[in-house]
């Protein structure tokens, strides 16, 4: 009796095992998507957000390609921010071999905080592909024209600057140019995001003196400003 109940609990067991074995063998199979968004300018503070230009890629499938555009004429918020035209594109298609997408932003005639950061044009555009074995994304195309910040002339014309530039802003913040944001694993997905005026909005918060002493405050971000920003994203 024992005999005939313990016999199918072991073979119970081994047909488990070789099931788990198999779906640890199987190949996992990649989905295949692509995203991408671009905008303009952005502006976030404790009053709110403020974004032009947006354009955010549809859904695409496997026989269909997807786009989405979007313009303004300009942005203004005293102050901060001043620019003329504003453009957001982004594309993307999936096909038997490969996935792919591509976003661009410009800007002209951008004048952030008073001056303080000055640009006649800026194009930001990245692509991103996959064929399943290799994923790689770029920021090729992406200029900056006639950018000074606190005075300090970078380029002259469209030319470039060097990923994550970092730049102090004293009494405002600081800022990061040719903002760089990688993702995926380089090999079935990669995905790239550009900002290329990033200002990081700070000030100094929770300091206080009593007569006991002073407590230092500490140095808070605020809030942003990006312009010209875009992403792409495909996996295979």
Known sequence: MRRSTIRPVREVVALSLLIGVTAALAPVTQA????????????????????SALAVLPVVTPTDGAAA???ADGLSVPGT???????GTTSGSIGDAAAAAQSVAT???VNLLNGLITASSLTATVSSTSNGAQA??????STFGDLAVNGVQLTSGDG????????ALPGVGYVVLNEALPTGDGVHSSGLTVNLIHVYLQRLTGGACTLLGCVPGVLTTTGEIIVGSAASNAAM
């Open 32 to 51: 295949q998507s692509v995203s991408g968004s671009a905008y303009g300018a952005l502006v976030r503070s404790p009053g709110g957000t403020q974004r």
């Open 69 to 71: 555009d979007e313009d």
């Open 81 to 87: 921010i001043t620019t003329d035209a504003l453009t």
């Open 107 to 109: 800007v002209f005639n």
């Open 136 to 141: 790689t994304s770029n920021a090729l195309g």
């Open 160 to 167: 470039a600057v060097a990923p994550n530039t970092r730049m």
